[in-house]
Every structure is written in C-alpha cells, then in structure tokens.
C-alpha cells in the first residue's frame, strides 16, 4: 500500500480520484458515503466467486489457501471472452475482502491487460506498474480524497472511521497520509480562522 510518486505514470492520481468519483455518482452515491464492492461488481457485470464454491473441483487447494496459507491468494480475476470472473478468498476478514475485490475492480476498470498468472518457468507474472495503478484505485474507490479530508477535520477516530467504510485501519490511514488529507484539512480550518 505504500507507493512513491515515482511507482506512478504521470497525472495517474487525478485520473483515478476522478475516476473513482464518476464511479460513485453512476452508484448514486456520495463522496462521503462507504462502497459495497459487490455492488460495484454487479453494476459492472463482474461476477463474484468465492473460493470455497470450488471445494469440490480443487480441494487441495482450497483448502491449502484458505487454511494453511491463507495469507497468499486473496484474489484475482478470470477472463470469460469479454467477461470476468473475480475469485477471492472468503476466509479473509470482510475488510480485507472489501480492499482484494476493489483492487481486481480497478484492474478492470483501469482497462489492464489480461496476462497469465505464472510464466514459463512457474514464477508469478507480476507488473508493479499495474498493481500499484489497481491498489491506488481501490483505496479511492473505498475512501476518496475527500472522505479521507471529512476523516481528519472531524476528527474521526482510525478505527470508527474504518468500521463506517468497512476497511482496515490500515487503509483509512493510507488514504489519510496519500490524500494530504490532514494538510487540505488544516487549509479548509485556516481559511475559516482568517474569514472570522
């Protein structure tokens, strides 16, 4: 989650913000208000598929992600021709769910490639481009600029402000500190000192 200037194309944060705006006003929703990815999954036409409806095709797997070593699939996303299919794991808290399937949303709604999971040699593909471009876009999805600014001049506990946005902590945080959130948010109380 923690991502330098550099790890982004140039203009890539405005193009997101407003992207993850637009998105919430075809949702009828507010900048302020939480998002349900589910939600924005079925208003895009991406089905949901939760890793232990495949019990019975792969329980070996299955079972190895969500028991063993649940810490290393949280999700991803299959294409059908033209569709897609986004398996998480739901043996992950809710608010790790919420952060995994915003992600493979952005994926999609950023138009990124589909590429193979593993290469030739069984290492994973990974272009951390793409994946920083998708873990921005999620955490704006989930916690806009200006819900993150609403967060600090409120001063709404981290935890109470996670549980309304149905996040981690740790992404409220984020959001806060990669928005300037308590900088904007010390502008706006500066302005009405001095307008006093």
Not at 120 to 146: H, K, P, Q, S, Y
């Amino acid at each position: 989650m923690a991502q330098s200037e550099a790890q982004f194309r140039r203009g890539f944060k405005t193009q997101a913000n407003d992207l993850a705006h637009a998105v919430r006003l075809e949702l009828n929703l507010r900048p302020l208000d939480a998002l349900n990815p589910a939600v924005l999954a079925e208003h895009l036409g991406i089905l949901l598929l939760p890793l232990t409806t495949l019990r019975a095709e792969a329980p070996e797997a299955v079972n190895h992600f969500c028991a063993v070593e649940s810490g290393a699939f949280s999700a991803m996303t299959i294409f059908d021709g033209p569709g897609r299919v986004i398996i998480f794991n739901d043996s992950h808290p809710d608010t790790r769910l919420a952060n995994s399937i915003a992600h493979e949303l952005a994926h999609g709604l950023l138009f990124h490639p589909a590429q193979p999971a593993l290469d030739a040699t069984g290492c994973r593909v990974w272009d951390t481009m793409i994946e920083n471009e998708a873990d921005f876009l999620a955490g704006a999805l989930l916690v806009t600029d200006l819900a993150a600014v609403n967060i600090v001049r409120r001063s709404i506990p981290v935890d109470q402000a996670a549980s309304q946005y149905g996040v981690s902590t740790q992404l409220i945080t984020y959001r806060i500190n990669v928005t300037g959130a308590r900088r904007r948010a010390g502008g706006v109380r500066g302005q009405r000192q001095k307008d006093a």
